[in-house]
Protein backbone atom coordinates (compact mmCIF):
# COMPACT_ATOMS: atom_id res chain seq x y z
CA UNK A 1 0.00 0.00 0.00
CA UNK A 2 1.20 3.17 -1.20
CA UNK A 3 1.83 6.10 1.74
CA UNK A 4 -0.93 8.62 1.60
CA UNK A 5 2.45 10.87 1.73
CA UNK A 6 3.20 10.22 -1.57
CA UNK A 7 2.42 12.47 -4.51
CA UNK A 8 1.35 11.45 -7.74
CA UNK A 9 2.55 13.63 -11.44
CA UNK A 10 0.40 12.72 -14.12
CA UNK A 11 1.71 13.72 -17.53
CA UNK A 12 -0.96 13.72 -19.76
CA UNK A 13 -4.38 13.81 -18.58
CA UNK A 14 -6.38 11.88 -21.12
CA UNK A 15 -8.33 8.62 -20.44
CA UNK A 16 -5.80 6.87 -18.58
CA UNK A 17 -4.26 9.35 -16.72
CA UNK A 18 -7.41 11.16 -16.29
CA UNK A 19 -8.69 7.59 -15.03
CA UNK A 20 -5.66 7.50 -12.38
CA UNK A 21 -6.27 11.05 -11.22
CA UNK A 22 -10.02 10.17 -10.31
CA UNK A 23 -8.85 7.23 -8.63
CA UNK A 24 -6.59 8.54 -6.29
CA UNK A 25 -7.78 11.94 -5.60
CA UNK A 26 -10.76 10.06 -4.18
CA UNK A 27 -8.11 7.65 -2.26
CA UNK A 28 -7.15 10.87 -0.71
CA UNK A 29 -3.83 11.36 -2.33
CA UNK A 30 -2.35 14.65 -3.75
CA UNK A 31 -2.38 14.69 -7.71
CA UNK A 32 -0.69 16.91 -9.78
CA UNK A 33 -0.73 16.96 -13.88
CA UNK A 34 -0.01 18.57 -17.07
CA UNK A 35 -1.80 18.46 -20.51
CA UNK A 36 -1.78 19.99 -23.60
CA UNK A 37 -5.46 20.32 -23.27
CA UNK A 38 -6.46 23.37 -20.81
CA UNK A 39 -10.22 22.45 -20.85
CA UNK A 40 -9.22 19.38 -19.32
CA UNK A 41 -6.94 20.49 -16.64
CA UNK A 42 -9.62 23.35 -16.04
CA UNK A 43 -12.28 20.55 -15.72
CA UNK A 44 -10.06 18.15 -13.42
CA UNK A 45 -9.34 21.06 -11.02
CA UNK A 46 -12.76 22.38 -10.75
CA UNK A 47 -14.05 18.54 -9.95
CA UNK A 48 -10.95 18.79 -7.73
CA UNK A 49 -9.74 15.47 -9.29
CA UNK A 50 -6.08 17.04 -9.17
CA UNK A 51 -4.51 19.54 -6.49
CA UNK A 52 -2.80 21.73 -9.32
CA UNK A 53 -0.16 21.45 -11.98
CA UNK A 54 2.96 19.38 -12.57
CA UNK A 55 4.75 22.43 -11.63
CA UNK A 56 2.76 22.93 -8.16
CA UNK A 57 4.32 19.55 -7.29
CA UNK A 58 6.58 19.60 -3.62
CA UNK A 59 9.66 18.50 -5.22
CA UNK A 60 10.65 18.13 -1.22
CA UNK A 61 8.60 15.26 -0.99
CA UNK A 62 8.30 12.17 -2.45
CA UNK A 63 6.40 11.56 -6.06
CA UNK A 64 5.47 8.90 -8.32
CA UNK A 65 5.49 10.02 -11.91
CA UNK A 66 3.64 8.47 -15.05
CA UNK A 67 3.41 9.68 -18.51
CA UNK A 68 0.09 8.63 -20.15
CA UNK A 69 0.56 10.28 -23.75
CA UNK A 70 0.84 9.14 -27.22
CA UNK A 71 3.91 6.93 -27.87
CA UNK A 72 5.43 9.76 -30.29
CA UNK A 73 5.34 12.27 -27.68
CA UNK A 74 7.38 10.50 -25.09
CA UNK A 75 10.87 12.51 -26.38
CA UNK A 76 9.70 15.85 -25.69
CA UNK A 77 8.31 15.03 -22.58
CA UNK A 78 10.98 13.20 -21.21
CA UNK A 79 12.90 16.68 -22.03
CA UNK A 80 10.35 18.97 -20.92
CA UNK A 81 10.03 16.75 -17.60
CA UNK A 82 13.18 16.16 -17.30
CA UNK A 83 13.91 17.98 -13.69
CA UNK A 84 12.05 15.59 -12.50
CA UNK A 85 12.78 12.69 -13.61
CA UNK A 86 15.89 12.34 -10.74
CA UNK A 87 14.11 13.26 -7.89
CA UNK A 88 10.86 10.93 -8.54
CA UNK A 89 10.28 8.39 -6.07
CA UNK A 90 9.49 5.72 -9.33
CA UNK A 91 9.04 6.73 -13.12
CA UNK A 92 6.74 4.90 -15.11
CA UNK A 93 3.85 5.27 -18.37
CA UNK A 94 0.59 4.27 -19.90
CA UNK A 95 2.08 3.85 -23.30
CA UNK A 96 1.03 0.75 -25.60
CA UNK A 97 4.63 0.17 -27.13
CA UNK A 98 7.53 -0.56 -25.64
CA UNK A 99 11.04 -0.82 -26.91
CA UNK A 100 11.01 2.64 -28.49
CA UNK A 101 10.77 3.86 -24.98
CA UNK A 102 13.12 1.67 -23.40
CA UNK A 103 15.34 2.53 -26.29
CA UNK A 104 15.48 6.44 -25.84
CA UNK A 105 15.56 5.97 -22.23
CA UNK A 106 18.87 4.09 -22.00
CA UNK A 107 19.88 5.51 -24.97
CA UNK A 108 20.40 9.16 -23.05
CA UNK A 109 22.15 7.09 -20.17
CA UNK A 110 19.42 8.27 -18.04
CA UNK A 111 19.89 6.52 -14.71
CA UNK A 112 17.09 3.77 -14.85
CA UNK A 113 16.87 2.96 -11.29
CA UNK A 114 13.82 4.28 -10.96
CA UNK A 115 12.55 3.69 -14.43
CA UNK A 116 9.89 0.84 -14.82
CA UNK A 117 7.72 0.77 -17.85
CA UNK A 118 4.07 -0.36 -17.32
CA UNK A 119 0.90 -0.86 -19.93
CA UNK A 120 -2.67 -1.30 -18.37
CA UNK A 121 -4.60 -3.29 -20.52
CA UNK A 122 -7.69 -1.03 -19.91
CA UNK A 123 -8.18 0.81 -22.65
CA UNK A 124 -11.50 1.73 -24.50
CA UNK A 125 -12.56 3.47 -28.40
CA UNK A 126 -13.52 6.32 -26.23
CA UNK A 127 -10.39 8.74 -25.53
CA UNK A 128 -9.77 11.97 -23.57
CA UNK A 129 -10.76 13.16 -20.18
CA UNK A 130 -13.92 13.67 -20.45
CA UNK A 131 -14.17 9.38 -20.74
CA UNK A 132 -12.16 8.64 -18.07
CA UNK A 133 -13.65 6.39 -15.28
CA UNK A 134 -12.35 5.99 -11.99
CA UNK A 135 -12.57 2.12 -11.50
CA UNK A 136 -10.94 1.71 -15.27
CA UNK A 137 -8.25 -0.49 -13.89
CA UNK A 138 -10.31 -2.38 -11.35
CA UNK A 139 -9.41 -6.29 -11.96
CA UNK A 140 -7.43 -5.17 -15.36
CA UNK A 141 -4.09 -6.23 -16.02
CA UNK A 142 -0.91 -4.36 -16.13
CA UNK A 143 1.97 -5.36 -17.99
CA UNK A 144 5.13 -4.27 -16.77
CA UNK A 145 8.73 -4.16 -18.22
CA UNK A 146 12.25 -2.98 -16.01
CA UNK A 147 14.12 -2.04 -17.43
CA UNK A 148 18.62 -2.80 -16.99
CA UNK A 149 18.82 -0.81 -13.99
CA UNK A 150 14.99 -0.73 -12.55
CA UNK A 151 15.72 -1.23 -8.69
CA UNK A 152 13.49 -3.80 -6.65
CA UNK A 153 12.05 -1.14 -4.61
CA UNK A 154 10.78 0.88 -7.90
CA UNK A 155 9.38 -2.61 -9.17
CA UNK A 156 7.85 -3.14 -5.34
CA UNK A 157 6.41 0.71 -5.88
CA UNK A 158 4.92 0.21 -9.38
CA UNK A 159 3.13 -2.75 -8.35
CA UNK A 160 1.53 -1.30 -5.05
CA UNK A 161 0.60 1.60 -7.55
CA UNK A 162 -0.96 -0.53 -10.19
CA UNK A 163 -2.73 -2.59 -7.07
CA UNK A 164 -4.30 0.03 -5.53
CA UNK A 165 -6.07 1.44 -8.82
CA UNK A 166 -7.52 -2.14 -8.48
CA UNK A 167 -5.24 -3.61 -11.25
CA UNK A 168 -2.80 -6.89 -11.30
CA UNK A 169 0.42 -7.18 -12.68
CA UNK A 170 2.82 -9.68 -14.57
CA UNK A 171 6.50 -9.03 -16.71
CA UNK A 172 6.72 -9.16 -19.91
CA UNK A 173 10.07 -8.08 -21.86
CA UNK A 174 9.75 -4.99 -24.14
CA UNK A 175 10.58 -6.98 -27.30
CA UNK A 176 7.72 -10.00 -26.18
CA UNK A 177 5.84 -7.16 -25.41
CA UNK A 178 5.69 -5.51 -28.60
CA UNK A 179 5.39 -8.35 -30.44
CA UNK A 180 2.44 -10.35 -28.70
CA UNK A 181 0.44 -6.95 -28.73
CA UNK A 182 1.39 -6.39 -32.19
CA UNK A 183 -1.26 -9.52 -33.02
CA UNK A 184 -3.73 -9.08 -29.70
CA UNK A 185 -4.17 -5.67 -30.01
CA UNK A 186 -2.53 -3.02 -32.88
CA UNK A 187 -3.62 -5.46 -35.45
CA UNK A 188 -7.08 -5.81 -34.76
CA UNK A 189 -7.61 -2.01 -34.60
CA UNK A 190 -5.92 -2.05 -37.69
CA UNK A 191 -8.48 -4.24 -39.42
CA UNK A 192 -11.36 -2.68 -38.08
CA UNK A 193 -9.94 0.64 -39.81
CA UNK A 194 -9.29 -0.45 -42.91
CA UNK A 195 -13.04 -2.21 -42.90
CA UNK A 196 -14.29 0.68 -42.06
CA UNK A 197 -12.62 2.54 -44.52
CA UNK A 198 -13.55 -0.34 -47.81
CA UNK A 199 -17.18 -0.43 -46.70
CA UNK A 200 -17.07 3.54 -46.69
CA UNK A 201 -15.66 3.52 -50.43
CA UNK A 202 -18.01 1.31 -51.16
CA UNK A 203 -20.80 2.54 -53.62
CA UNK A 204 -24.18 2.85 -52.27
CA UNK A 205 -23.51 2.11 -48.85
CA UNK A 206 -26.77 2.68 -46.57
CA UNK A 207 -25.36 3.60 -42.88
CA UNK A 208 -28.40 2.62 -41.45
CA UNK A 209 -28.16 -1.30 -42.05
CA UNK A 210 -24.31 -1.39 -40.41
CA UNK A 211 -25.62 0.12 -37.07
CA UNK A 212 -26.29 -3.21 -35.56
CA UNK A 213 -25.62 -6.71 -35.49
CA UNK A 214 -21.53 -7.90 -35.91
CA UNK A 215 -19.88 -5.36 -38.24
CA UNK A 216 -20.91 -3.15 -35.34
CA UNK A 217 -19.76 -4.74 -32.64
CA UNK A 218 -16.44 -5.87 -34.43
CA UNK A 219 -15.77 -1.93 -35.53
CA UNK A 220 -16.41 -0.68 -32.44
CA UNK A 221 -12.31 0.08 -31.97
CA UNK A 222 -12.09 1.68 -35.22
CA UNK A 223 -13.86 4.42 -32.87
CA UNK A 224 -10.57 4.84 -31.19
CA UNK A 225 -8.39 8.29 -31.07
CA UNK A 226 -6.13 8.48 -34.78
CA UNK A 227 -3.32 10.25 -32.83
CA UNK A 228 -3.04 7.68 -30.41
CA UNK A 229 -3.18 4.98 -33.22
CA UNK A 230 -0.88 6.44 -36.20
CA UNK A 231 2.18 6.75 -33.25
CA UNK A 232 1.36 3.24 -32.25
CA UNK A 233 1.38 1.82 -35.77
CA UNK A 234 4.49 3.67 -36.41
CA UNK A 235 6.54 3.40 -33.71
CA UNK A 236 5.94 -0.57 -33.71
CA UNK A 237 6.70 -0.82 -37.56
CA UNK A 238 8.79 -3.50 -37.93
CA UNK A 239 6.23 -5.68 -36.10
CA UNK A 240 3.13 -4.50 -37.51
CA UNK A 241 4.44 -5.35 -40.82
CA UNK A 242 5.15 -8.63 -39.86
CA UNK A 243 1.70 -9.64 -38.50
CA UNK A 244 0.08 -7.16 -41.67
CA UNK A 245 2.06 -10.18 -44.07
CA UNK A 246 1.11 -12.60 -41.71
CA UNK A 247 -2.73 -12.33 -41.85
CA UNK A 248 -2.69 -11.13 -45.53
CA UNK A 249 -1.93 -15.09 -45.77
CA UNK A 250 -4.52 -16.23 -44.22
CA UNK A 251 -6.84 -14.23 -46.05
CA UNK A 252 -5.33 -15.21 -48.99
CA UNK A 253 -5.82 -18.97 -47.81
CA UNK A 254 -9.64 -18.47 -46.88
CA UNK A 255 -9.85 -16.52 -50.53
CA UNK A 256 -7.96 -19.74 -52.01
CA UNK A 257 -10.77 -22.30 -50.21
CA UNK A 258 -13.57 -20.19 -51.47
CA UNK A 259 -12.09 -19.37 -54.92
CA UNK A 260 -11.69 -23.70 -55.32
CA UNK A 261 -15.54 -24.31 -53.62
CA UNK A 262 -13.60 -26.52 -51.19
CA UNK A 263 -16.23 -26.20 -48.70
CA UNK A 264 -14.92 -29.33 -46.74
CA UNK A 265 -11.35 -27.44 -46.02
CA UNK A 266 -12.76 -24.20 -45.43
CA UNK A 267 -15.04 -26.02 -42.71
CA UNK A 268 -11.62 -27.19 -40.89
CA UNK A 269 -10.41 -23.87 -41.03
CA UNK A 270 -12.97 -22.13 -39.46
CA UNK A 271 -13.68 -24.29 -36.92
CA UNK A 272 -9.92 -24.31 -36.41
CA UNK A 273 -10.52 -20.38 -35.98
CA UNK A 274 -13.55 -20.93 -33.34
CA UNK A 275 -12.43 -23.65 -31.55
CA UNK A 276 -9.14 -21.65 -30.60
CA UNK A 277 -11.22 -18.54 -29.72
CA UNK A 278 -13.88 -20.43 -27.62
CA UNK A 279 -10.47 -21.54 -25.87
CA UNK A 280 -9.39 -18.07 -24.74
CA UNK A 281 -13.02 -17.42 -22.86
Request: charge should be neutral; aromatic fraction near 6%.
Amino acid sequence: MLDKSIQIGIVGLGLIGGSIAKNLSKKGYKVYANDLNEESLKNALNEKKIDGLLEDLDLKNPFILIFTIPVLSIKKELIRNNELLSKALCITDGLSVKNPLKNEIEGKRINTENFILSHPIAGSEKSGYANSEENLFKEKLVVITKLSGTSQTTEDICNDFWSLLGARTIQINSEDHDKYFAKTSHLPHLIAFALMSMISKSKGTKKEIFTGGGLKDFTRIASSDPKMWEDIFMSNQTNMLEVIKSFKSELDQLEKLIKENDSEKLNQFITSSKEFRDSLI
